[in-house]
């Protein structure tokens, strides 16, 4: 997918094709069978709970992400176990090697098609049951684009069974790498698709990408599509926050749909859980019988299903969770209806969403000062919705899902919220999810105060944020800081593996800033390090300010790095 210059991102399937097909011993995508996920916001949460309700129904699952969090390595996992550093070390090695001496007429592999090989030959040597793929950016001419038909039959398309394509929610995000317009973004995307198998589309809000993505359904599956999605629903006209482009101009209003639930998906705050009726009311899943494979029943086919009822947890914070988890229980049906999982029985998909666990995003980290009770020796610790917020924690910070519906938080010093949001989608979530807890607190406080002063009032919030290059810096903060909150400016570190990230600087993050709509009424301040702004909220005990890390994924990862967090060592504990 990414060419070795670290200025440049070049999309093409020729290198990797070729190398799975001719250079290594054997070509591992005969083995697999897969969920593909392609999207702009998403993706990842998709992942993570598709596969952790087949990992709960007993099934053995590879899951690739990107980017990777922490380390390369841990972008590969099987049952939720990263790839160990030593492993993935010399299976890259292997695979430069051989990369090295084919001296292929279509040039070396780049750095992210060594790690998708890396990824797939690990899945066909555990012999998992499903493979996860999330795309690594766009979609058709992406890397991870390499795999079959449903039904096992040989295409050019590639080789292994693609048996579910997700199509989370499509945004303006990579313009002028992928595409130039929104249209083209979707239509991007939605490469992935592969004749007769089954589309799963979440929630599109932006409509010519939802008609963009539902056309190249029907192209390729008409009668095997499912929508997240009300139809039909009248289009909003939203103006963009941003009074002005970088280049003078006012900004066009973005169209978008109405942002319903289906009737058949409905998510239900009170008991933060996902209600969900399947099969869906449309487009269809009884109209066709399944594909010919020798794992799914033939009892299946032809046959309409009785219409059934399910709540799901939703453990992941963040109301859009639900959109995701959506997705990820219609592509589960769809994979025990007509590929033959027939353990992915209700309970056991109850069961994986409760247990996922997706870092860096909505996730508190607590910073445990010496008088605390929680205070851990354990650096690796790592927790999630799994437990109970009075559990001990590891080193300076705890790790929690979700802290807010615990109504635990005496001082708002204590706490971190990261997020991976990193473009205007995101970040309204984001600044959403962020009015929601300060509502909750500040109830929480005038009803029951503790020891400390108890807020009357709502807390500003001291945003800490950091960019990569090319993002609309203005637009998302415009969307984040309010008037008397804080913004703390911050650069992340490089991270391996991927040359073509660079990060802003905190000058150019001031510059954008200054255009913003609030400017004159918020106080910023730039830093040289994390570190040191670790270091100023180690030593701020005020109480005033609610601390909100974003902007960058590799921003969060830093901040992981450095409280000596681990997430995905929880799974393997």
Not at 134 to 141: A, D, F, S, Y
Not at 316 to 321: A, S, T, V
Request: aromatic fraction near 8%.
């Amino acid at each position: 997918m990414v060419s070795e210059s670290p200025a440049r991102i070049s999309l093409g399937l020729e290198r990797i094709v070729h190398f799975l097909e001719r250079i290594l011993p054997e070509d591992p995508r005969a083995k697999l069978r897969v969920v593909h996920v392609a999207g702009t916001n998403g993706k990842g949460s998709v992942c993570a709970l598709v596969a952790e309700g087949a990992i709960a129904a007993g099934y053995k699952v590879g899951i690739f992400n990107s980017p990777h969090f922490l380390e390369p390595n841990d972008a590969i996992r099987v049952q939720g176990q990263p790839i160990s550093a030593t492993e993935y070390a010399e299976l890259r090695a292997w695979i430069a090697s051989l990369d090295t001496e084919a001296e292929s007429p279509a040039g070396p592999l780049s750095l992210f098609e060594q790690a998708t090989v890396a990824a797939i030959w690990w899945f066909a040597k555990h012999d998992v049951d499903l493979a996860v793929i999330e795309v690594g950016m766009g979609g058709l001419r992406d890397a991870t684009n390499v795999f079959g038909l449903a039904d096992g039959q040989s295409s050019p398309l590639g080789v292994g069974r693609s048996l579910v394509q997700c199509i989370c929610p499509v945004d303006e995000d990579h313009l002028g790498i992928i595409g130039d317009t929104i249209e083209d973004i979707a239509r991007e995307k939605s490469g992935i698709m592969r004749p007769g198998s089954w589309i799963v589309i979440g929630n599109q809000e932006r409509t010519n990408a939802f008609h963009v993505i539902h056309q190249h359904a029907l192209l390729n599956s008409p009668q095997q599509i499912v929508n997240i999605r009300r139809q039909p629903c009248s289009d909003i006209s939203v103006p963009t926050l941003s009074d002005k482009l970088d280049n003078g101009s006012s900004p066009s209003p973005i169209i978008r749909p109405s942002a319903t639930m289906p009737t058949w998906a409905t998510y239900n705050s009170g008991r933060r859980c996902l209600h969900v009726k399947y099969p869906p009311l449309f487009d269809t899943y009884t109209k066709i019988p399944p594909p010919t494979l020798d794992t799914a029943p033939s009892s299946n086919a032809g046959i309409a299903r009785p219409r059934k009822e399910l709540y799901l947890p939703l453990v992941l914070p963040g109301i859009y969770q639900s959109e995701n988890a959506s997705v990820a229980f219609y592509a589960l049906d769809i994979l025990r209806t007509y590929y033959g999982y027939d353990k992915l029985t209700d309970a056991a998909i109850q069961n994986g969403f409760q247990n996922v666990i997706w870092p860096g995003r909505l996730s508190w980290l607590r910073l445990d000062h010496p008088s605390s009770p929680t205070g851990g020796d354990d650096s690796n610790a790592a927790v999630s919705g799994r437990s109970s917020a009075s559990s001990p924690r590891s080193g300076k910070f705890a790790h929690f899902i979700d802290l807010s519906c615990y109504g635990e938080i005496e001082k708002l010093d204590e706490w971190i919220l990261a997020d991976g949001a990193h473009n205007e989608p995101a970040a309204a979530e984001l600044r959403k999810y962020v009015d929601t807890t300060l509502r909750r607190f500040t109830h929480q406080r005038y009803i029951h105060p503790r020891n400390t002063r108890p807020h009357r009032y709502t807390p500003p919030v001291r945003w800490i944020v950091g960019f990569s290059q090319g993002k609309a810096m203005t637009a998302i903060l415009n969307h984040l800081a309010l008037s008397n909150d804080l913004l703390w400016l911050v650069p992340f570190s490089k991270p391996s593996e991927m040359p073509w990230i660079k990060c802003e600087t905190t000058d150019a993050i001031y510059s954008a800033a200054q255009k913003m709509t609030n400017f004159e009424q918020i106080k910023i301040e730039q830093f040289d390090s994390l570190a040191s702004v670790l270091d100023r909220l180690a030593a701020d005990k005020s109480d005033t300010y609610m601390n909100v890390l974003c902007g960058s994924l590799y921003l969060v990862a830093d901040l992981y790095r450095e409280l000596k967090i681990r997430p995905f060592d929880v799974l393997t504990s």
